[in-house]
């Protein structure tokens, strides 16, 4: 119960400082990764969490579950066919260089072999579609900005999870089934669809009606029961998660914009338990033992990896260079990434644990530097 004082205590001074975040550098997300660092074991020691924790690694997945599923509602099937451009030169151009260009920095700074860097490059390339939110939601950010973070963060998690699976495969000590990992992906996305399907068209009959109170209820009771059938079938959750947001959005915009706020509240609720934790995790001998070659390496990946990727791939667009400046610098890493970090650290493979130390740290720099910049951006857009 101490985490969940440490949690409530943290949240009290959240909501009380909001309104001031909101106009200044000032972070929620960092302070609840200050307070899980301050409460974690390398500090105070009042909450005790390891990286192997399965409670660690259900909560980060929940997190980035919830993260998807609000988020593929926020894109939805005609938002991505009236403005695919754009998202689709970040995410087919993008990413690749992304993925790439991290791991050159992983072999030279981080003391990788390539495939393992080529597993850290995919494990940190995807942008975190939570932290990109504290951006879009500014009104000094235009509508084309807007739709191009939105897509790319909820759709990049998708791509670079295949390609986490297979070279996890491939630097384990098992062989890859790629039957069963194009079975677990196929299952995700059929999952994805018939599911929220089945209940919109129950919910659009003569013979069932949701009240007001209970319409948001409806949308959750769909994401809970398809996060626990892919945990039965063994369907890739994350997914069928954002696949099953597009099919709401695409359906029933109705019911989306019902749960469009009480679907928020949750997913912010997950965001921030998952930073405690991961605060937690972030001891201050894990801070010294990455070394000086590890914190270049996390800092190369904010500066140098996405900017020069998104730089070349949005080159020649219609955006204007102030807008192209401000998605190359803001690709925020987050859930995503830790939830493939720990994915890793559970392997076989022989690097596991430098792999998920490079993660970890990457992810804390990302969040410090990005949270702490996204009023400073969305100003200098409204001066452009």
Known sequence: MVAVLVFAASL??????????????????????????????????????????????????????????????AAGADQLRKAWRLPGRTLLLGLPLTLAIIAVLARWLGGLGWTDAFLLGAVLSPTDPVFAAAIVGRKEVSARLRQLLN????????????????????????????????????AGLALGVAVPWAYIRLEQTRLFAASALYEPLGLFAVGLGLLALCEVTGANPFLAAFVGGITVASLSPTARDAFHRFGELITELLKLAALLALGALVTPALLVSVGVGGWAFA?????????????????????????????????????????????????????????????VVTVAVSIVAHSSTDVVVARRLGRE
């Open 151 to 186: 897509a790319e963060s909820g759709l990049n998690d998708g791509l670079a999870l295949p390609i986490v699976i297979v070279l996890l495969a491939v630097t384990g000590d098992h062989r890859l089934d790629a039957v069963s990992l194009a079975g677990d992906l196929v």
């Open 12 to 73: 009290v001074v959240a909501v009380l400082l909001s309104q001031l975040a909101h106009r200044t550098v000032l972070s929620t997300a960092v302070l609840f990764l200050v307070a899980g660092l301050v409460a974690g074991p390398g500090v105070l020691g009042v909450v005790s969490l390891t990286p192997r924790q399965p409670a660690v690694q259900q909560l980060a997945n929940l997190a980035l579950f919830s993260v998807l599923f609000t988020d593929g509602m």
């Open 299 to 359: 800092a190369a990946v904010i500066v140098i990896a996405r900017p020069a990727a998104l730089t070349l791939s949005l080159y020649a667009s219609a955006l204007g260079w102030a807008e192209r400046a401000a998605v190359a610098w803001f690709g925020p890493k987050g859930f995503a990434s830790v939830v493939y970090g720990l994915m890793v650290l559970q392997s076989h493979n022989s690097r596991a644990e430098r792999i998920f130390l490079l993660t």
